[in-house]
């Protein structure tokens, strides 16, 4: 399996954290990460949060304000239930439930990829689908970004199931452009579209964080109906297009990829949700 260079993920996250940190606006650091805490709050909440900023402009000393800064970022993390938050923790469920159903129906079919498994990427695979739940919960509702979310992510998972017929399954490159450029294209485009219509950098940043949720699991529907059509059509390994590779290896070494989503999908979501601003010189992340 082709391994992507460490920078490669990391320059457009580099890239994202500026961006998301630039909206935040002027004043030390404590200042701005309450800006930031306050502008991921619900629109219920975000009056606590202002309070809290304006209390902090009270508070005297270096030490002393990161703590306070720090002490409200802890508050804000814990679990407000909401009940407008049931959409999307319903389409994420629904979707984690239909990974777990056919991973047991791909055994049934495939029994030789129990063999085929690294343990550490079954462990990643886990994680990361129970950190989708759990970020579907955290989310608040949000109607333009919870849309485009949602367009993002069913668009990803299409794409993917759809790659053995948009590409070449004997293409000697495999599905890498689908796996690698359709994260990248697909949150760009749907974040911008989000920016575009509520006009904020903010729900452009909302919609790339739905569709991570979201995208991760349909990604791995997606992909791995995909995986079997591909190397069954094109005996090729799905990802790198290696020749020769068992439909069991190739459903194996799927789940080294699902990190994608959320290494290339977000960061460059939220860099489409700025270009779609490009117009004004420094969106707040407020607004």
Request: overall charge positive; proline content about 8%; glycine content about 12%.
């Amino acid at each position: 399996m082709t391994h992507l260079p460490l920078f490669v993920p990391a320059l457009p996250w580099a890239v994202a954290l500026s961006l998301v940190w630039r909206a935040t606006g002027h004043g030390d650091g404590p200042a701005r990460l309450l800006r930031l805490v306050t502008a991921a709050l619900p629109d219920e909440r975000r009056e606590w949060g202002r309070a809290l900023a304006a209390e902090l402009e009270h508070v005297k000393g270096r030490v002393a304000r990161r703590r306070f800064a720090l002490g409200g970022l802890r508050v804000a993390a814990q679990p407000h239930p909401s009940p407008r938050r049931p959409a999307l923790v319903g389409r994420v469920y629904h979707a984690v439930g239909g990974c777990y159903g056919l991973t047991v129906t791909m055994v049934i079919f495939h029994p030789g990829v129990v063999g085929e498994v690294d343990v550490v990427a079954l462990l990643l695979s886990v994680l990361l689908l129970w950190a989708c739940v759990r970020a579907a919960k955290a989310l608040p509702a949000a109607p333009v970004a919870g849309r485009a979310g949602t367009g993002a992510a069913v668009t990803l998972g299409l794409v993917l199931l759809l790659s053995p017929h948009l590409g070449d399954p004997a293409a000697p490159e495999g599905a890498f452009f689908f796996l690698v450029l359709g994260p990248v294209v697909v949150f760009a485009l749907w974040s911008a579209a989000a920016a575009a219509v509520g006009r904020s950098f903010r729900a452009g940043v909302r919609a790339a964080l739905r569709g991570t949720a979201l995208g991760t699991p349909l990604m791995f529907l997606g992909g791995i109906l995909a995986t079997v059509t591909w190397v069954e059509t094109g005996s090729r390994a799905f990802f790198d297009g290696e020749p020769g590779l068992t439909v069991e290896a190739s459903l194996a070494e799927f789940l080294w990829l699902l990190p994608v989503v959320p290494l290339l999908g977000l960061p460059f979501g939220v860099i489409g949700a700025r270009l779609a601003l490009i117009g004004r010189m420094r969106p707040r992340i407020l607004a």
